[in-house]
Nanobody, 121 residues
Framework: VQLQASGGGLVQAGGSLRLSCAAS????????MAWYRQRPGMERAWVVI????????YYADSVKGRFTISRDDAKNTIYLQMNMLKPEDTAVYYC???????????????WGQGTQVTVSS
C-alpha cells in the first residue's frame, strides 16, 4: 500500500494550494483519513481528521475556515484545499489513513511521503 502526496509548492501569503494524496494497493473508502503537517523543529501535528464514523470532520483551530478536506473514492484520492495561506502554514504536509481515534494520536496505518508547502510573506 502506498500513499502518494503531491501538490505542494511555493505560494505567497493569501494564496491557495490543493494537496492530493493518491492511494495504490488499497481502497480506503471506509477508512478515516487525515492530513498532518510538520514545521521545522516541531512535532508532526494533525491538521484535519475525517472520521467515517459519524461521519465527522475535525479541523485544527489554526486552519478552520481556510482548509477543507475532501475525498474522491472513485479515484482513491483525498485532497486538502488550502486557502488564505499564511507563512505559519509552511511545513511538510503528510496524508494518512487509519482508525480515527488512532489518527488523533498520530498512529496511522499508512502514511504518505510528505509534500513541502512554503508560504512567503
Amino acid at each position: 500500500v502506498q500513499l502518494q502526496a503531491s501538490g505542494g509548492g511555493l505560494v505567497q501569503a493569501g494564496g491557495s494550494l490543493r494537496l492530493s494524496c493518491a492511494a495504490s494497493g488499497h481502497t480506503f473508502s471506509s477508512n478515516s483519513m487525515a492530513w498532518y503537517r510538520q514545521r521545522p523543529g516541531m512535532e508532526r501535528a494533525w491538521v484535519v481528521i475525517h472520521s467515517t464514523s459519524g461521519p465527522s470532520t475535525y479541523y485544527a483551530d489554526s486552519v478552520k475556515g481556510r482548509f477543507t478536506i475532501s475525498r474522491d473514492d472513485a479515484k482513491n484520492t483525498i485532497y486538502l484545499q488550502m486557502n488564505m495561506l499564511k507563512p505559519e502554514d509552511t511545513a511538510v504536509y503528510y496524508c494518512a489513513v487509519g482508525g480515527w481515534r488512532s489518527l488523533f494520536r498520530r498512529q496511522a496505518d499508512y502514511w504518505g511521503q510528505g509534500t513541502q508547502v512554503t508560504v512567503s510573506s
